[in-house]
């Protein structure tokens, strides 16, 4: 049907909650992957158009034509969080009259004039979101458009450049789309407790592991091997997260001694937000009780501490 899952187009550049370049590495086979992906973060503008948010356009695609949205990626917006955009950098939305099961669009006409569809085409999965999500409809006309968990998305027609969110909340009914569909809706700070950093990564020498990353409270940090960089997707879920806590967002600024590169957020099916280190994916772990401790390395043959280039320390 058009839609590619898994294959990388043209590279451009990703700004997500910290940093986005190209990620590197290459200590397994999964970290000779590069994401893809990049937009300039949006940036929040007033809503407009009239109640039905059918009102005239004077943006992008003015004219309603329906263009594939290539390269996904996701940005993040300041008050929206996660935002799912195309190549371009344009947001893409949802419509609360559509339907996910059955996908159907309920966006014709004048409407649709307003409310560009994205043609199926040639999309791919962007880094960090789970390309089984991407699918397609057969609109009233044929033509075929592209949905996210089954919803059909939108580009909006005073949206006149990347990152703009103009199309949020118009109507009552229009949403700017998460990656995994839903409506975008910035997350409550996780709470204090058990496995939350303080907001910080730095780096740590122990006898045995030589430099390796550590969090806010000193508590090492690790990688899961059958994780994977690109696309940017964590394998431990459920009771495995229970006992390996992901690291939530660091600030960049609070990144001391770490190469500073590829500091992008992973959204989780589970809805965490989860940092990476060059694209892979970070953890603590429940087992090692105070500062300093490594009781997870080796744990299983696949969870490891991490270098300051976000590489695994194999050591035993």
């Keep these: 049907m058009g839609i590619k899952r898994g294959t990388t187009l043209a590279a ?28 300039a973060a949006p940036s929040q503008a007033p809503s407009s158009g009239d109640a039905d948010g059918y009102g005239s356009g004077s943006g992008a695609d003015t004219a309603g034509a329906a263009k594939p949205g290539g390269q996904l990626a996701i940005a993040q917006d300041e008050k929206l969080g996660s935002v799912l955009a195309d190549s371009a950098g344009f947001t893409l939305y949802r419509f609360d009259k559509d339907t996910a099961k059955p996908s159907k669009s309920s966006c014709d006409g004048d409407c649709a004039k307003v409310w560009p569809v994205v043609a199926a085409g040639d999309a791919t999965a962007a880094a960090g979101m789970d390309p089984a999500l991407l699918g397609e ?48 809706a910035k997350a409550a700070p996780a709470p204090a407790g058990a496995g939350q950093t303080t907001g910080a990564l730095t780096v740590a020498k122990d006898p045995k592991l030589g430099d390796h990353i550590v969090d806010g409270n000193g508590m090492t940090v690790y990688r899961f091997k059958p994780d994977t960089a690109w696309p940017m997707v964590s394998k431990c879920e459920g009771d495995c997260v229970a006992k390996w806590p992901v690291v939530p967002p660091v600030d960049q600024a609070n990144a001391k001694g770490i190469i500073q590169k590829n500091y992008l957020v992973l959204d989780r099916p589970d809805g965490k937000k989860q940092q990476t280190v060059n694209c892979w994916p970070v953890y603590t772990f429940t087992g090692d009780k105070k500062a300093g401790d490594i009781n997870g390395q080796g744990v299983g043959g696949t969870w490891y501490a991490v270098a300051p280039d976000g590489k695994l320390i194999t050591v035993q």
Excluded: E, I, M
């Design 12 to 39: 451009v550049a990703v700004v997500v909650a910290l940093t986005a370049t190209a990620c590197g590495g290459s200590d397994s086979a999964g970290d000779n992957a590069k994401p893809a992906g990049a937009v």
């Design 137 to 184: 409809v057969v609109r009233t006309d044929g033509s075929k458009q592209l949905t996210v968990a089954g919803w059909p998305v939108y580009r909006y027609s005073k949206d006149t450049k990347a990152g703009d969110t103009n199309g949020q909340g118009v109507g009552g009914t229009w949403f700017a789309a998460a990656p995994d569909g839903k409506k975008a």
